[in-house]
């Protein structure tokens, strides 16, 4: 029996903030040039992926079972989603199974069936 959950999502970067530091002065002339505009984001997961995250740990949390998070949007989680080819956000992954479903009915519907199968 797979005691493992693999869930693959893809976060986005957010703009929250854009500063401007202020032009530099060396007492004769001010260099408006050397002014440095500073953006700040906030990393985040799509709403989509994120209830299906939410609730893939909620019903692991119930089972006893592990959830591994794989971020496809970094280097080493486009790597590992491409060798278990994950082409989409959210995808879980539970043994061999793939499972693309984002109703969370159908989801546990899915989940509730595999682990029932795995355990008889």
């Known amino acids: 029996m797979a005691d493992k959950i693999e869930v693959y ?16 002065s060396d ?12 953006l700040e984001y906030e990393e985040a997961l799509p709403q989509g992926d ?10 692991a949390e119930r ?13 080493k989680g486009k790597l590992k989603a491409s060798s278990k080819g994950v082409k989409k956000t959210p995808m879980i992954v539970v043994g061999q199974e793939r499972i693309e479903e984002t109703d969370l ?11 029932k199968t795995a355990s008889a």
């Open 50 to 59: 994120k209830q299906v995250l939410e609730f893939i740990n909620d019903f």
């Open 9 to 24: 999502v893809k976060s986005e970067k957010k703009l929250v903030g854009e500063y401007s530091s202020g032009p530099i």
């Open 27 to 38: 007492g004769v002339m001010t260099h408006t040039c050397l002014s440095k505009k500073m």
């Open 105 to 115: 009915q159908l989801l546990k519907d899915r989940l509730e069936s595999h682990f």
């Open 63 to 75: 089972k006893g079972l592990l959830v591994e998070v794989t971020d496809v949007s970094t280097f």
